[in-house]
């Protein structure tokens, strides 16, 4: 299960480092992948496994059977959850460019979620 968590610090650096680098498009898919992965390693910790979806409201509804405040979290940022999802795809097969603003928030997002969920991970 600890290479899911090391997955998800692999794809948070490559996310940062993409943003650095000024390819915001990656720095999305970068940490989409992060973020999926940081939740699937909770899930997989605590209850022995994880959904094989990319859906966050999924991931985020399973989190909420173990910990309270986690679809207040996922309501709070849905639409940057969404916004991930889409990018998920994307970026990957149509080219799809986002701006420094949007990966901005995106990284901050990562950084909440860790500040959140820090006794978890």
Known sequence: MEYLKENAEYFEKKAR????EGVYNFTLFFAE???QLYIKYILVK?????????????LFQILAEIIDSAYEF?????????????AYITVRYFGRKYSKTTAEKIL???????EVFDKWL
């Open 108 to 114: 901050r997002l990562i950084d909440e979620f860790k």
């Open 74 to 86: 996922y309501d709070k940022y849905s639409e940057l959850f969404e916004l991930l999802e889409d």
């Open 33 to 35: 992948q992060a973020l």
């Open 17 to 20: 480092e993409a943003f650095e």
């Open 46 to 58: 605590t209850i022995g496994d994880y959904p094989k979806t990319h859906s966050f409201s999924t």
